[in-house]
């Protein structure tokens, strides 16, 4: 198979590139670097299957050759940077998903779209199936995010109701692991990056609030799963295992050894109180769930952030808004 993966050189796209050039396919990975940078993918470089073409999507993707599948994940997408990046973020939901969309209409490639637990919002239903429609403020400062997502989704069903596209769409629940940027600004990589600079980690609110998490590899597993099978979507994926946000401080505070003190600072407007998928479908309908322990994926991502704090490679590239088109 011939993948173009979009958004290839973030965090969970350089895994997706990694996997399926381990399985033998070719991949090209579109990437700006808009909230990435390019030593995501440096070990790939060497790679014969491996393609890096550094373009903004949302100014039109032409891929020469045969094209069987087409992963589309670029996008911001950590609420730091999406609030720092608004209009790019709107762009890469909207224009974005449409050339993505054309490439895999032109070439007659399957399409997977990466969406979000973000489109259910703050949901009012718990846990979240996919039949629920969400709880979402349209202009709330979220809503760059969200809405451009549910854009997205509603692009991606037009093209395949009205243009034959095999397109899909999975949402994903919050995801953490290895190579996710240390000042991306979610609670995984601050909570660890403070604790490891012995720094206080900052809770938000009174850390009720709770997220589900899952780990990269069996992420990545969903995804191809679903790429692979005849269903069309939405389909949750995630790791029904449920935490509150002060359990995750003090979860990875001993995991890292720390001492940082728990400091509690404004919570954000908007910010979801419970999140938890419903996997039903995707064990139904993929045979898929999550099998990595989440304090073996803590683990992991613990140490990956320690080697590169002591390899010194702690300055990561600084989210600045693009020019506004
Ligand atoms: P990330 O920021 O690490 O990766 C996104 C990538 O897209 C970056 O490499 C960025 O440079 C690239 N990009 C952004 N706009 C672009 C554009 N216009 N043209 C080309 N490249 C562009 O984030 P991630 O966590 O790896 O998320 C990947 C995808 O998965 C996103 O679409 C995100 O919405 C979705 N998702 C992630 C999570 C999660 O928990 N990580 C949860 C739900 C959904
Ligand atoms: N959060 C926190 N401390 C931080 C960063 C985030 O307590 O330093 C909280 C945030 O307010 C939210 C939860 O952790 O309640 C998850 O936030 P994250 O940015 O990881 O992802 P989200 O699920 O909100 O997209």
Redesign the pocket.
């Known amino acids: 198979m011939r993948a173009v993966v ?8 350089s895994h997706l590139c990694q996997r399926l050039l381990h399985e033998g396919h070719e991949v090209v990975c ?7 940078k390019p030593a ?1 993918v440096e070990h790939l470089r060497e790679e014969r299957h491996f393609r890096l073409d550094q ?4 100014q039109g993707l032409e891929v020469p050759g045969p094209v069987n599948a087409v992963f589309h ?6 609420p730091a ?1 999406y609030l720092k990046l608004p209009l ?1 973020t709107l ?2 939901g909207s224009a ?1 998903t449409w050339h993505a969309l054309d490439l895999a209409a032109a070439k007659g490639a399957r399409f997977l779209l ?5 489109s259910y919002g703050d949901p009012l239903v718990h846990p979240q199936p996919e039949s629920y429609w969400g709880h979402v403020n349209p202009v709330g400062p979220r809503s760059v ?1 969200d809405e451009a ?1 549910r854009f997205s989704e509603a692009l991606t069903v037009a093209y395949r109701r009205h243009r034959g596209v095999d397109a899909k769409i999975v949402r ?5 692991g290895p190579r ?2 240390t000042d ?1 600004g979610r609670a995984i990589p601050n909570f660890i990056g403070q604790a490891l600079r012995k720094e206080p980690i900052t809770v938000t609110g009174d850390g009720g609030q709770t997220r589900s998490l899952c780990y990269v590899d069996d992420l990545v597993d969903g995804l191809l799963r679903m790429l692979a099978s005849d269903h069309g979507g939405p389909v949750n994926l995630g790791n029904p295992h449920e935490v509150s946000m002060l359990e995750l401080a003090e979860w990875i505070r001993k995991l890292s050894g720390a001492t940082s003190e728990i400091t509690l600072v404004p919570r954000p407007q908007d910010d979801p109180e419970r999140r938890r998928p419903d996997i039903t479908m995707a064990r139904e309908l993929l045979g898929w769930e999550p099998t990595t322990p989440v304090e073996q994926g803590l683990r992991d991502t613990i140490n990956d952030f320690r080697l590169r704090l002591a390899s010194g490679d702690f300055t990561e590239r600084k989210v600045r808004p693009g020019p506004h088109r």
């Open positions: 979009t958004g290839g050189a973030g965090f969970i796209g579109v990437d700006s670097f808009l909230t990435s995501n373009r903004d999507i949302t994940l670029a996008s911001p997408a950590s940077d790019e762009r890469a974005g990466a969406s979000t637990s973000e995010y997502k994903i629940f919050n995801t953490f996710m940027r991306d």
